[in-house]
């Protein structure tokens, strides 16, 4: 795979390469399947893989009785290959898709940052990748981007060694297999972040040799072997609906007219910092200590990270649809930086400013003292949750403590390792203790499973107007028809044999139809009453 460089430095990217899919093991797959699923996205993942599962299906996805066009199929088919292998769709198989993309993540990060910059940028970026809260969060939850941006990263490395002239100019190739892995996972996003990067670097390049160097003919044939058949398979399985629902509604629509998560233009300029956290607070110093832009840009390698960062940055706020975990694929630019400048700090290439070092030491000195506050807090507000916070604030203490000394002192790899280690730490104590408490809140498995025993195989249950993939997946209910209006009420409560609704309490209070005696079980998380009604025929 690397064919420019020494044995010696082979043998130390083989080793980092170990030793990140250990830690990333560490990070992400403690107590993975420990807690139930969780609206809204963890439920309908986990209702999709098992239909598939109970029906043998490979190619349609269903939820709730109806074809699911959200997302394409590689997810799934990797979550009915651990169902299979561990005997069975669990909260465990149906989230193990995602930690392994955040540990493959994470290595292809290593090894860009080590490719093109150094080994040791290369280590530390993925460190810091990895215990970022959005890398953190989203590998250890049901959702595709993880193992998306897997993909995405390995795609541009081969492709950036390809344009950078660092290997062989055929690893291009690699980068249009990589671009179908990741469209296979999320859609056409996997070929526009990638097309877009490539257009950015050749203008900014101006070297027009670049377009013959992307071997686009072999390229598109590449991409079309890995993901047309599917694609092609699903198409005629579903007469087209599928991916007429899948281009117009989950691309040009969601781009264009906002689906729900519309936001303003400056909306990831809020939410980054959040997301990059702790990690956050050195990239300042960072943009400081390499304010130099026009240095940066003469260089072709850190041109092309620059432009890897502005592209996923922009193409997403435009976009009407925001949320969050959209800029994922920006993280491993940020990480790479901040890694780098740690390295820099290392070495004595430039000094961490007093007024750099000061913010820094504050920054860890609260998580200290928010550390210290937990459990005094919950004393006030949920006295049951005291013994609960005691692992995680201890690790938080701790680990702000010794960021801070370690900054005061100079040494920015034991304060990298310092907060890793706090990060990785607390996320262990917090999904060992914190959420299985949360379930109470969380999680509709009790009723569901009440539901279960109160409504017959064959009786009719219906929800209204909500869909809650939850209670398909722990009723094992393939289908719950959604009521959406009073007069569909009227009708079910006509019916000449015994059905079930399924309502919340809001709606219960506009629904007088609806007698209060009617209703045999309940159930309250949080905010939100959940009531099954029976209709007893008429």
């Not at 990831?268 to 300042?284: E, K, M, N, R, S």
Request: glycine share 6%; aromatic share 16%.
């Amino acid at each position: 795979m690397f064919f420019q460089s020494s044995p010696a430095s082979l043998d130390t990217s083989r080793s980092n390469v170990l030793l990140l899919c250990f830690l990333g093991a560490l990070f992400y797959f403690p107590a993975l399947g420990a807690r139930d699923f969780w609206a809204p996205v963890e439920p309908r993942y986990a209702e999709i893989a098992r239909v598939m599962f109970a029906k043998g299906e490979w190619i349609v996805a269903t939820v709730n009785g109806s074809l699911y066009t959200d997302k394409p199929i590689l997810y799934f088919w990797l979550v009915l290959i651990a169902s299979e292998i561990f005997g069975g769709v669990t909260e465990w198989t149906v989230r193990l898709p995602a930690a392994m993309g955040g540990v493959g993540f994470v290595v292809a990060t290593y090894l860009i940052g080590w490719d093109f910059f150094s080994a040791r940028a290369g280590f530390f970026g993925a460190i810091i990748l990895a215990t970022s809260i959005r890398a953190i969060w989203e590998s250890r939850w049901a959702h595709v981007d993880t193992l998306f941006c897997f993909f995405f990263v390995l795609s541009i490395y081969f492709a950036g060694r390809t344009l950078l002239r660092k290997g062989n100019p055929y690893e291009i190739l690699f980068s249009y297999a990589f671009i179908a892995l990741a469209t296979l996972t999320k859609g056409l996003i996997g070929v526009v972040l990638p097309g877009l990067l490539f257009v950015a670097f050749v203008l900014a390049q101006r070297d027009w040799r670049l377009i013959a160097a992307a071997k686009l003919p072999l390229g598109i044939a590449i991409f079309l072997l890995v993901a047309a058949p599917w694609f092609y398979l699903v198409y005629q399985a579903t007469d087209g609906r599928w991916l007429s629902d899948f281009i117009y509604i989950h691309h040009i629509q969601r781009y264009t007219a906002g689906a729900g998560h519309r936001q303003p233009v400056y909306y990831y300029l809020t939410t980054l910092p959040v997301d990059f956290l702790p990690w956050t607070i050195f990239a300042v110093p960072a943009l400081f200590a390499y304010r130099s832009f026009r240095q940066a840009w003469a260089d072709p390698m850190k041109r092309f990270v620059v432009l890897w960062f502005l592209v996923v940055f922009v193409f997403f706020s435009i976009s009407d649809t925001k949320r969050d975990l959209y800029l994922m694929p920006l993280l491993p630019a940020l990480a790479i930086f901040v890694g780098n400048y740690l390295a820099d700090l290392e070495s004595i290439r430039f000094s961490h400013s007093s007024i750099h070092r000061w913010i820094t030491m504050s920054f860890f000195g609260m998580f200290a003292i928010v550390g210290l506050s937990l459990p005094a807090a919950a004393w006030f507000i949920r006295k049951e949750t005291v013994w609960l916070l005691v692992p995680p604030s201890i690790v938080l203490a701790l680990g702000g403590v010794f960021a801070v000394e370690f900054i005061r002192r100079r040494q920015p790899i034991a304060a990298l390792t310092a907060i890793a280690a706090m990060m990785t730490l607390s996320t262990i104590a917090a999904s060992t203790s914190v959420f299985p408490y949360l379930e109470q809140f969380k999680s509709h498995r009790r009723f569901s499973k009440e539901i279960k025993k109160i409504v017959p195989p064959t009786a009719p249950l219906f929800v209204y107007a909500d869909s809650m993939n939850d209670f398909n997946y722990y009723t094992e209910r393939e289908a719950i028809p959604i009521l959406s209006s009073p007069l569909h009420v009227d009708k079910l409560i006509g019916r000449s044999e015994n059905s079930y609704l399924l309502v919340k309490e809001r709606d219960l209070k506009r629904l007088p139809q609806i007698s209060r005696e009617w209703i045999v079980a309940s159930e309250t998380l949080g905010s939100t009453t959940w009531s099954l009604a029976e209709f007893k025929k008429r």
